[in-house]
C-alpha cells in the first residue's frame, strides 16, 4: 500500500508489487519505510511524503527471486515485465525506479523474509 501526501491510502489494484504482474500469489510482511526517488544527479533521495506501508505482494516468479535473495535477477525480471506492460517508459528510467524501490524493501526485511499466502478480497 502506498500512503499521499495527504495521509490517504492511494487506492491501486491488487498486483505483484516487484513486476505489477496481475495474479500475486504471496504477502511478504514489511515494516514501513519511506519511498525513494531517483535524482537527475543519480543519487537516491527520500520522496516527500511518500511510504510503502504494509505487505508486499508477490507473483510466483518474483517469489522464487525473493526466497533465494537472487535481488539482481529480480530487478532484471521487473524491469523486463514491467517495461512490456507498460512500453511508454523508458527502461533505463524503469530500472532505476524498480531497483529504489526493492532496495528499500530489501533493507525493511533485512535476512529476515517470510511469505505468507495472499487471497484478493
Known sequence: ??????GRDLEAPSVCDFCS?????????????????FGMVGKSTIT???SSV??????APCSFFIDAHMWNE???H????YTGRYPGLVGTIAASMIKVS??????AVADDVIKEPWEDT
Open 48 to 50: 516527500p511524503g511518500y
Open 1 to 6: 500500500m502506498v500512503i499521499g501526501l495527504d
Open 54 to 59: 504494509g505487505p508486499w505482494l508477490a507473483c
Open 74 to 76: 529480480l530487478r532484471e
Open 102 to 107: 526493492h532496495y528499500g524493501f530489501r533493507e
Open 21 to 37: 504482474d496481475p495474479d500475486p500469489l504471496w504477502s511478504y510482511p514489511c515494516p514501513d519505510f519511506p519511498l525513494f526517488s
Open 78 to 81: 521487473a524491469v523486463r515485465t
